[in-house]
């Protein structure tokens, strides 16, 4: 069974930091592009970022560019987002997802749980 | 940037009607990688379309998606009670990989 776990969220203070890891399971973690997406409260969804198979190559929504940063290891079949210089516009639930690039023809098939970020001091 | 758009932002319809939604893109979506998904409150997405046409798999036939370029639709051929939700359109064809506002599915 495929299965994406999310962790990391918490609270945290604006200008803090998070990193957000989402552990992937049922299927070759290396071969697919992955994404976050995340939903502030009440509010619709926002592609946040994603990165190839290979790590090589990432793309960033332009809300988040230079504060976000997505990186993934597939030894772990692991996908991270570290998130620096924290505002209240990003409290949301932050999800992963499998594909939802231009690499692949099959859109987001398979999401996690999601993981809550509150930033607020 | 790609800015989709969709319509209505509502539709209120009975059980047994048919739904009609529509996504519109700013500009033409590459190779239609136009998905859609549903959002039941307090769950994940759930994909049920992508490539503009192709179900997901274990989506009822219920659901089709269609449409090219700029312009997509999906429809619900009979409301069942759990398709009561909201509706996104995603496109994933070129960076970044922007969703539309959603479309709620109530109950009229």
């Known amino acids: 069974e495929v299965q994406l776990l999310e962790s990391g969220g918490g609270l945290v203070q604006p200008g803090g930091s998070l990193r957000l890891s989402c552990a992937v399971s049922?299927?070759?973690?290396?071969?697919?592009?992955m994404s976050w997406v995340r939903q502030a409260p009440g509010k619709g969804l926002e592609w946040v970022s994603g990165i190839s198979g290979s790590g090589d190559s990432t793309y960033y929504a332009d809300s988040v560019r230079g504060r976000f940063t997505i990186s993934r290891d597939n030894s772990k079949s692991t996908l991270y987002l570290q998130i620096k210089s924290l505002r209240a516009e990003d409290t949301a639930v932050y999800y992963c997802?499998?594909?939802?690039?231009?690499?692949?023809?099959?859109?987001?098939?398979?999401w996690g749980q999601g993981t809550t970020v509150i930033v607020s001091s | 940037e790609i800015v989709l758009t969709q319509s209505p932002g509502t539709l209120s319809l009975s059980p047994g009607e048919r739904a009609t939604l529509s996504c519109r893109a700013s500009q033409n979506v590459n190779s239609d990688y136009l998905a859609w998904y549903q959002q039941n409150p307090g769950q994940a997405p759930r994909l049920l379309i992508y490539g503009a046409s192709s179900r997901a798999t274990g989506i009822p036939d219920r659901f089709s998606g269609s449409g090219s370029g700029t312009d997509f639709t999906l429809t619900i051929s009979r409301l069942e009670p759990e398709d009561f939700a909201v509706y996104y359109c995603?496109?994933?064809?070129?960076?970044?990989?922007?969703f539309g506002p959603g479309t709620k599915v109530d109950i009229k």
């Open positions: 049922g299927f070759t973690f290396s071969s697919d592009a």
């Open positions: 997802a499998k594909g939802g690039l231009h690499y692949s023809h099959f859109g987001m098939d398979v």
């Open positions: 995603q496109q994933y064809g070129s960076s970044p990989f922007t």
